[in-house]
Nanobody, 123 residues
Framework: QVQLVESGGGLVQAGGSLRLSCTASGRTSSINTMGWFRQAPGKDRTFVARLTWSAGASDYADSVKGRFTLSRDNAKNTVYLQMDGLKPEDTAVYYC????????????????WGRGTQVTVSS
């Protein structure tokens, strides 16, 4: 199994920045993709960004391209999501997930999830 712990959420004004962290432990050798998803109240969990662990290739949802950036620290088994230019519509609980598959963006392909971290952007 893989355990995931997210951190870094909080309350920020529109235009501000936050950096989320997701640290993996356990059977990390099974991880090929780490992804970030978000879920606003009453809405489905949606894809935000993902990183292929071995190659470092990344992909972003259109709604966050140019504002959010993924990075990683292999030694710490940690992925970071730098969020700049935050908008009120970015408000959601952000979840980190891992998949054995490569480059997937469907939440159905992710086997393990963290508990999430709340991001609130005020206008």
């Amino acid at each position: 199994q893989v355990q995931l712990v997210e951190s870094g959420g909080g309350l920020v004004q529109a235009g501000g920045s936050l950096r989320l962290s997701c640290t993996a432990s356990g059977r990390t050798s099974s991880i090929n993709t780490m992804g970030w998803f978000r879920q606003a109240p009453g809405k489905d969990r949606t894809f935000v960004a993902r990183l292929t662990w071995s190659a470092g290739a990344s992909d972003y949802a259109d709604s966050v391209k140019g504002r959010f950036t993924l990075s990683r620290d292999n030694a710490k088994n940690t992925v970071y999501l730098q969020m700049d230019g935050l908008k009120p519509e970015d408000t959601a609980v952000y979840y980190c997930g891992t998949s054995r598959l490569y480059g997937v963006i469907s939440s159905l392909a992710y086997e393990y999830w963290g508990r999430g971290t709340q991001v609130t952007v005020s206008s």
